[in-house]
């Protein structure tokens, strides 16, 4: 179980994930963003992890999150959203943290074509993409692991 020495990890969601569980099911599923935050923080517990998850429709507040993990040298698990394919904002930010691990519910790759670029990819230590909300789970267990 995690406890206050453990190491900490922010989850954080962008643009549209607070609508988890009721847009495009099926795409995203039926969790809501509330059950997957839930899930998480047990998952990380189980894993020795202080897990905290954040979603936000506003990219400055995403910013100031990302300065915050890299001020606590906090792990970050991303899913920045419609925000990887443009915002360099968030990409730069990102720079700082000291580990980021971007994922994506659905496979970009294989979806519209403006979403095939990712330019926080460039700058994430590895991208998690079409394993649902698993994904989020391989991204725990990555980081658990190299702690």
């Not at 925000?83 to 519209?112: G, K, T």
């Not at 990819?121 to 649902?132: D, N």
Request: with cysteine; proline share 2%.
């Amino acid at each position: 179980m995690a406890d206050a020495t453990d190491p900490v990890v922010l989850v954080l969601n962008g643009v549209n994930l607070g609508r988890l569980g009721r847009r495009e099911p099926a795409i995203y599923g039926r969790t809501s963003h509330a059950d997957l935050a839930q899930h998480l923080v047990e998952t990380g517990a189980n894993l020795a992890l202080a897990v905290e998850v954040r979603q936000t429709d506003d990219e400055a507040e995403l910013v100031q999150w990302l300065h915050e993990a890299a001020d606590r040298s906090a792990a970050v698990i991303l899913n920045p959203g419609a925000w990887s394919h443009y915002s360099y904002a968030i990409a730069d930010a990102c720079r700082e943290v000291r580990q980021v691990i971007e994922v994506h519910i659905s496979n970009i790759q294989a979806r519209d074509q403006f979403r095939h670029h990712s330019v926080i990819s460039a700058v994430a230590e590895g991208t998690i993409s079409g394993l649902g909300l698993g994904g989020y789970d391989l991204a725990l267990a990555h980081i658990a692991a190299t702690v």
